[in-house]
């Protein structure tokens, strides 16, 4: 097991895999690196020393097609997932770079004549059921509790719902995902996330995605350079 605060280590020992939904996450990252701004590519080896990253594409189902592809001819010693994240915590602020190590799949159940009931307490005996996923924080960012959903939460009847089932700080398309194949896959994993938006009724002239890109790209280049 790692402990708190060795990601560095992590990433300069091992054969890394970095994974990101969509190129407009880590924009200046790529282009930085020569890449354009209208790429397509979605594989990019030897981004730094035994460090390979690849675009997956939103959503659960890509995340869990492209990694089983990727990990099978790669085999990864750690996977690092990085990406926005909406906040419901005004802690975590539009900016802030967060390392979430607890996930779930926050919208998988049963739709009960109008009350949602999580599939791990609808069918708690079946294979699939999962609750809460975990793994240990390795960096010095806020650790936080993520929820991973298929439908992003844009009306206040869905937020109500979300912070009272889970009580989430951040919401991703893809974390539980990843890190429930990395736990299945006995592979260390890692997911940090920046804050692009507030989850609120849906009014994307508040998000900055601009700001989450540079300050993601950042970190990424800090950690990669050091």
Not at 63 to 90: C, E, R, W
């Amino acid at each position: 097991m790692f402990k708190k605060g060795n990601l560095h280590q992590i990433l300069t020992i091992m054969n890394s895999l970095i994974i990101v939904s969509t190129h407009r996450e880590i924009l200046p990252f790529l282009t930085q690196r020569g890449v354009s701004a209208d790429t397509t590519k979605e594989w990019f080896p030897d981004i730094s020393k035994d460090t390979h990253m690849k675009i997956t594409g939103l959503g659960v189902p890509s995340t869990l097609l492209q990694l089983g592809q990727v990990v099978q001819t790669m085999k990864p010693d750690h996977i690092l997932q990085v990406g926005f994240a909406g906040s419901y915590n005004p802690k975590f602020p539009i900016g802030d770079l967060v390392e979430v190590n607890r996930d779930c799949f926050a919208d998988l159940g049963i739709d009960n004549r109008g009350s949602f009931i999580p599939i791990h307490k609808a069918m708690p005996d079946v294979q699939g059921a999962y609750s809460w996923l975990d793994y240990l924080a390795v960096t010095q960012l806020p650790h936080v509790v993520g929820v991973t959903v298929n439908t992003g939460s844009g009306s206040s009847e869905r937020i109500a719902a979300m912070k009272q089932m889970w009580n989430p700080d951040v919401e991703t398309m893809e974390g539980a995902a990843a890190m429930l194949f990395s736990l299945k896959n006995n592979i260390p994993f890692t997911q940090i996330r920046v804050i692009s938006n507030f989850v609120e009724p849906r009014n994307t002239d508040s998000w900055d995605m601009d700001l989450a890109a540079d300050n993601l790209s950042v970190w990424l280049t800090n950690y990669l350079n050091s």
